[in-house]
């Protein structure tokens, strides 16, 4: 599992991640839930949907 999420790519995806949490534990929603999946993505520097659109958002160092 190769890296392709950069880090301004992964800072967004965490921070939008734990807003979408929170928001769904402030307003008692299941849908809070899906934060997990870019606080995930970013957690984990890939993402599956990246994978077969072979998109890449690290430089090229990384």
Do not use: Q
Not at 7 to 29: H, M, P, W, Y
């Amino acid at each position: 599992m190769k890296a392709n999420v950069g880090s301004i790519d992964r800072l967004i995806r965490i921070i939008a991640g734990l807003i979408i949490a929170i928001i769904g534990v402030i307003f008692d929603s299941w849908w809070g839930l899906i934060g997990i999946i870019p606080l995930a993505t970013g957690l984990f520097r890939f993402c599956p949907l990246y994978f077969p659109l072979k998109i890449s958002t690290t430089e090229k160092d990384e």
